[in-house]
């Protein structure tokens, strides 16, 4: 390992972190945090905080490195764009199973609670495809390494979301009065899809796929394994 005297200029200077294992030309070099005599000319300081941050096998996440607004507003936007991509998706198919039960064995005229457990049924089936456009498109970057752990705690935030849309629908077809196919898809697709929606968003985001907790599940992932063999 090169002394500090010896460090070509340009070189970074990690301190307290293992020192690596092939040299290489403006290599990150790591030496003990006391350097005798100061830094060499040309030398700074890099935080070991770094390498953990680009450490192979990490997945990294859309939080890294972005200090910069700018890059912050954008990643969020993209995020925003692909999550409505997945949620129109899940639409379409929520849509198109809640009509065709209403219109079928769950079709008011026969049930009274029909229209009900037609939403409840399209919302789960819905709920599945969202999960899947999710895990591996939307947070792919937060994804957690444990997928069971990451589904339930998906379809808790999704099941908020649909006992917002049947709030919305029961609201307006039993209490209400509006019975019509039209005023259901309305409250239920229409109203109730939107603020749920932006529910599901929001805990999505600061819980099932925080970068923090995907970071320190995946790290552990390793362990667990060797713990297990």
Known sequence: MSSPSSTAAGTIIRASCPPPTTPTRNAILCVPSAIPGGLPTGARLHSCEADRRSAPGRTTSASDNSTDPGVTVRRLIAQLARFGVVGAVGFVVDLAVFNLLRATVLSPDEVHSGPFWAKVVSTVVAIVVNWLGNRYWTFRHQRRSVAAKEGVEFLVVSLG?????LGCLALSHYVLGFTSALAD????NGIGLVLGTAFRFWLYKVWVYHPD?????????????????
Do not use: C, D, F, L
Request: no cysteine.
């Open 161 to 165: 979301g649909m006992v917002i849309s």
């Open 185 to 188: 898809n309305v409250s239920g």
């Open 213 to 229: 907790r995907a970071e320190r599940e995946n790290a552990a992932a390793p362990e667990r394994s060797r713990t297990s063999v």
